[in-house]
């Protein structure tokens, strides 16, 4: 690859990652690293337990804002293409004449599908609905909070069987936004749980589970190639083309170069996701999922769970206890002394799937602190990396390491805390914004800048932690924490039961 992007020739890829808590925008110079970078955060409400909400127009004009700022520093001329990253799952509704939303986005965190996804199992649907998409019936995903959204805005679906509204997940907003088409891509079509995964297209017979018409959904493209053009993005990128996308996950597994076998990424962020690229043939086992990772001339499929709250287990605690996620770690002691957290705010993902569990505290005692506490937190986060880690090696065969990234991976504390948990090599990138970066380098796969084997070449590797040899308290402590987990799952029931 040519030389970077201060230089005299040098074309460079503007890629924007759209988070949960931030919308970020990088400039990658053409030897795939980055130069620039800019961050504006967004909010997320919850008005009701379950519920998690965005603003769709706060996430668009936050990207807008974030482009500009990293382009002020950059020079604007020199982006040859764009690429994005967007979080999964989360869902919008909008009028396909006006471009206007007709609610809030529905977070990935938000399960007030559950109830629908527990009568679908009840009617025997589950399994039919794993076979087609690869994933696990749960209202994380984004065919119930689709249903929820035309319930309320087009109960009898007359508007959108006309195709006068538009469903899609934040990629196919953001797309739209830049250039007026209704698209998504392929990858995060996978997360809808509408998809047939095998033949990437809209699948009928889920769609008439879900009550979702066909006309207010998007069209399906793979991961690399023309999406559209940045002509509402920003002033001098008119006429750029967008030629790469990926969900976050996705993306930083692209980054991690994640085509090669025996690892997995794991992102930490304020949930996670643990994902390894799978045989084609390969069936997902339970409390992982089988999904696409990305397609460029063919699919390529991974392995996937995902935890629904990691980082957002310190940001929580740091709110109970009047202080910061950061301090929190800081303070956080050398043992949790039998104090476990276990996270289920919104019930558990991976490998559980359990909407009905609840978020639990265990092993309490009248000298637990702040330090035991902050640590039980650090702790929840590694050991819920590594059941998942477990179930993907279960399903897709051996793991010898995890690629971290992610703003918590900073944190070397929680990293060899990994490390000890599951006895495997952790490795975390060079580069902070992952996700940012695998947009970025699929963009430019795209556009043609550079080659799988150019980007096999960069240097990733930021550091590395193995597990302490002399740590011989891992599978007690694992099995504590699973008595934790059970206890966290069999509380609504006994909830239930009491008069």
Known sequence: MPSDERGSSGDVVLAIDQGTSATKAVVVNDSGEISRRATVAITQSHPRPGWAEQDPWEIWRSAQQAVSEVLAEARPERVVTVGLSTQRESTVLWERDTGEPLGPVLGWQDTRGAELCARLRSQGHADRIREITGLPLDAMFSA???????????????????GELCLGTVDSWLLWRLGGQHL????????TQLLDIGTCRWDPWLLEVFNIPSAALPEVLPSAGAFTVCDELHASLRGVPVTGVLGDSHAALFAHAGWNGGRVKATYGTGSSVMG???????????????????????????????????????????????TPGELANAAASDSQGVFIVPAFTGLGAPWW????????????DSTGRDRLARAALESIAFQVEDVVAAVEQAGGSIEMILADGGPSANPTL????????????????????????????????????????LDRLNRI??????????????????????????????????????
């Open 354 to 365: 359990d909407d009905q569990a609840r978020a639990m505290i265990v092993g309490l005692t």
């Open 462 to 499: 930021g550091a590395e932690y193995q597990p302490n040899p002399a740590d011989t308290s891992r599978q007690e402590r694992l099995h504590d924490w699973h008595a934790a987990v059970n206890a966290a799952r069999d509380l609504p029931r006994h909830a239930r039961s009491q008069p």
């Open 277 to 323: 690229v799978a045989p084609t043939d390969t069936k997902p086992a339970t409390g992982v999922a089988r999904t696409i990772a990305w397609q460029l001339d063919q699919p390529t499929y991974a392995l996937e769970g995902n935890i629904r709250s990691s980082g957002a287990t310190l940001v929580w605690l740091a709110r109970l206890l009047d202080s």
């Open 144 to 162: 119930s909070k689709a249903t929820a959204l035309l319930d309320q805005y087009d109960p009898d679906r007359s508007r959108s069987s006309r």
């Open 184 to 191: 998504v891509e392929a990858g995060n079509a996978a997360r």
């Open 415 to 454: 990293m060899q805390l990994q490390a000890d948990t599951s006895a495997r090599q952790v490795r975390t990138s060079s580069a902070a914004e992952l996700s940012a970066l695998g947009a970025a380098h699929i963009a430019g796969l795209g556009a043609g800048l550079w080659s799988i084997t150019d």
